[in-house]
């Protein structure tokens, strides 16, 4: 041990700096999913080219990687506080981005469905809790399953809304839950904001559908976020009906989506970007109020890739037929 010490020493240090983190990660270009290999449609039909979803790449804010940030370009330092919500944690965080990851699924087969004509009905939703106010008064815990609130059924946040609404600061309200597979009883207080009563907590619903024909989905367990929800309801569109609107191209895009089709905003769209030129796409796919950043990026850099804005699923396929 004592000829070795400088060697364990030395192990020691190396371990410590790349396990203690600082409030900061770092984004770095991404790639791209080929959602082929991800999206599953009954009897769907084929295409010649490809839809893939951009992501970027976050790595913790260890000492060595934010050292390696200053020299290695396109590695840009992010305050977390910058990513999550007051008094979560970064495991919390990318938790909450999981939950999100399953909402976004959720609008990407009802919209393409929907849009498609294709028969999709909504069998079961779940209420998760996602954040709590530092504010709050509760025994509620994150990721909690809401039932009831007051006794009535919630079926979004606007039933919350409601609910509290009508009742005085101080009340405290009986809340149905389930956790760990067990339904129990939890207590939140009304409390007095200056956008009104409030409970101080946040949900994210995700539902369970049957759709005519089958569709699966499958995502790993490290990846996360509503961002991918566009382009993955576009590639099941495109499954869905006979004309390849791909027209053998390969295209990347990012976006959320909503259940009527509405393309959203992102972050991290330079990433995104310069992850889909890696990848060497045809066109990059971006939502309209993230085109002007994405075009500034591709016109400083001469990217050869062609950027199409899209405000929903509806215009995306208008633009690519």
């Known amino acids: 041990m004592k000829e070795n010490i400088f060697f364990f020493l030395t192990l020691l240090l190396i371990v410590f700096l790349f396990h203690f983190e600082l409030p900061y990660v770092i984004y770095t270009p991404g790639g791209a999913i080929d959602l082929s290999e991800r999206v599953s449609v009954e009897n769907g039909y084929?295409?010649?080219?490809?839809?893939?979803?951009?992501?970027?790449?976050?790595?913790?804010?260890?000492?060595?990687?934010?050292?390696?940030?200053?020299?290695?370009?396109?590695?840009?330092?992010?305050?977390?506080?910058?990513?999550?919500?007051?008094?979560?944690?970064?495991?919390?965080?990318?938790?909450?981005?999981?939950?999100?990851?399953i909402q976004?699924?959720?609008?990407?087969?009802?919209?393409?469905?929907?849009?498609?004509?294709?028969?999709?009905?909504?069998?079961?939703?779940?209420?998760?809790?996602?954040?709590?106010?530092?504010?709050?008064?509760?025994?509620?815990?994150?990721?909690?399953?809401?039932?009831?609130?007051?006794?009535?059924?919630?079926?979004?946040?606007?039933s919350i809304r409601q609910i509290v609404s009508k009742m005085q600061v101080g009340d405290e309200v009986e809340i149905l839950i389930v956790r760990d597979g067990k339904e129990m009883t939890k207590h939140a207080k009304v409390y007095e904001t200056s956008d009104g009563l409030k409970l101080g907590i946040s949900i994210t619903t995700t539902f369970e559908y049957d759709t005519d024909p089958d569709v699966s989905i499958t995502f790993k367990k490290t990846e996360s976020g509503p961002s991918g929800g566009f382009m993955t309801s576009l590639s099941i569109y495109n499954s869905l009906v006979s004309e390849d609107i791909t027209k053998g191209r390969k295209i990347i895009g990012t976006g959320t989506i909503d259940e009527d089709g509405t393309v959203g905003g992102i972050g991290g769209v330079k990433y995104k970007l310069l992850g889909a030129v890696r990848k060497k796409a045809d066109i990059f796919l971006v939502p309209s109020e993230n085109y002007e950043e994405a075009r500034q990026v591709q016109e400083e850099r001469n990217l050869p890739i062609q950027l199409i804005s899209v405000d929903s699923l509806q215009d995306a396929i208008e633009k690519l037929k």
């Open 46 to 101: 084929s295409s010649e080219g490809s839809f893939s979803m951009a992501y970027v790449s976050m790595v913790r804010g260890s000492i060595p990687f934010l050292l390696l940030s200053y020299v290695i370009p396109d590695w840009d330092i992010v305050p977390t506080e910058y990513l999550k919500s007051e008094n979560e944690s970064l495991d919390e965080m990318i938790e909450a981005d999981q939950i999100s990851l």
């Open 104 to 158: 976004a699924q959720n609008h990407a087969v009802y919209a393409a469905y929907k849009l498609a004509g294709k028969e999709v009905v909504v069998t079961k939703q779940i209420q998760h809790l996602v954040y709590i106010s530092e504010d709050a008064d509760t025994d509620l815990e994150l990721f909690d399953q809401i039932l009831e609130i007051h006794h009535q059924k919630i079926e979004n946040l606007d």
